[in-house]
């Protein structure tokens, strides 16, 4: 047997306005988005909001829907659109945000796991990391360098 140690390295900015410029302003973006989210049954919103390398910023909600799972994460709501329009863009930046109408939330929320595997597929489809920065609506923001940190035995295509 042998055993294996895994380590990740995250960032921890006490608050949005330690962040550099250009991700203050990505992170505006995705309250912008977060708060035109559609989540009727859990009232809890997200916003995501995309660097691309040509300098387009691509934003993403949630969209419930009565029949779960039917609806969809800002995050891949995003990428996925992001995939659709820009193809040939690689994703540099994202920022995520959340919001629970029901409490406040000033805790860092990352990704879910369904969102973490789609990040993943693009890091390796572009061959280059994308860096995360997330947050609840008030409070810390953690910055990943790359989906890895938050996902290391990436499930890719390597293994189909």
């Known amino acids: 047997m042998k055993e294996i140690e895994i380590k990740t390295r995250l960032e921890i900015y ?3 306005e330690e962040l550099p410029r250009d991700v203050q302003q990505l992170m505006q973006r995705s309250f ?16 995501a ?10 934003e993403g909600n949630n969209q419930e829907n009565a029949c779960y799972p039917s609806g969809l994460c800002a995050e891949r709501t995003a990428i996925y659109y992001a995939g659709a329009q820009f193809p040939e863009e690689t994703i540099l930046k994202m920022a995520i945000s959340a919001k629970s109408l029901r409490h406040k939330l000033s805790t860092p929320t990352p ?8 990040i993943a597929e693009y890091e390796v489809k572009q061959e280059q990391p994308i860096e995360i920065f997330f947050t609840g609506e008030t409070g810390k923001v953690v910055k990943s360098s790359s989906l890895a940190n938050l996902l290391p035995l990436v499930f890719d295509k390597t293994y189909l």
């Open 14 to 16: 006490d608050t949005v």
């Open 32 to 47: 912008w988005i977060r708060d035109k989210a559609y989540a009727p049954y859990s009232n809890f919103l997200v916003g």
């Open 49 to 58: 909001a995309l660097l691309l390398s040509n300098g387009q910023i691509i």
């Open 111 to 118: 990704p879910c796991g369904a969102c973490r595997q789609a």
